[in-house]
């Protein structure tokens, strides 16, 4: 077995990679959960949760994971604060590279980095996020009954949770900068025949405003003409970037949008390298499935480290 600092590292604290820590503690293992910034992730931005079980009345982002935390912490987990810049994988010693010029090593890796919505630049749109700004439509849709929202996009999501969002809100206008949708046919023949989506071609939207909430949005069209709209949510719905520039992609296997490719097992084409949430190739990214395949990947870690006993 080879020399390392640690069994396991787990890269990542998202719900994915707390849960794989918890796993891996509560089982004896050597392990050590390293995150460049705040354990949470993106949840801790997410004002209110519904949908994760075990909270009937529901749970901001900061509760859950401070829950989470606690909870993995209560069986020692151990965590450190780095920036990972670069990971090295071999089939006996896993490395990650320090922007602090260390390194730490491994005999098995989980990486659980995430990922990061694509976002338009405006002004108001960090300032109302959680706060009638949205990149989740199954997410924050509830939040909406009865009240008319905007879908920025065109493409297979913006127009898939344009529709399932016509189950809350009583209008869903869609704003696209062409003048037809990206996304297929099937999708967009659901999207035209529902007479609860409206759509508004060949425009950006440019300002999203309001006092403590979203009120209205400022839409600029090809022609340079500005219109403003009555709104209370905006759903930015343009697409997801995964947090992959420390990883050696070829070598795990990934996606042609680079999320990585795993089994059942959450194992990647590396042998004792796993990969769990946002950072998989999926098409659902919930906290409930993150936290699920972060337990599956540190059952599979142990399963590693038995093969190698």
Known sequence: MANTD????????GPAGLTAGLYAARDRLQVMLVEKGVVGGQVLVTDWIDNYPGFPEGISGFDLVEKMAAQAKRFKL?????????????????????????????QALIICTGARPNKLGLPGEEEFTGHGVSFCGTCDGPFFRDQEIIVVGGGDTAVQEADFLTRFASKVIVVHRRDKLRATKVLQEKAFANERIEFIW???VVAIEGEKEVERVRIRNNNGEESEIAVSGVFILIGTIPNNEMLPLEQLGADEYGFIITDAEMRTKVDGVMAAGDIRSKKVRQVINAAGE????????????????
Do not use: P
């Not at 640690?6 to 604290?13: E, K, M, T």
């Not at 450190?80 to 590279?97: D, G, M, R």
């Not at 972060?294 to 006993?309: C, M, P, R, S, T």
């Open 6 to 13: 640690y069994q396991l590292i787990i890269l990542g604290g």
């Open 78 to 106: 151990e965590t450190k604060n780095a920036n990972v810049v670069k990971v090295e994988l071999t089939e006996a010693k896993k490395k990650l590279i320090l922007e602090s010029g260390g390194e730490l090593t491994c």
């Open 202 to 204: 060949n425009s950006n």
């Open 294 to 309: 972060g337990a599956v990947a540190a059952i599979a870690a142990e399963h590693y480290f038995n093969k190698l006993d």
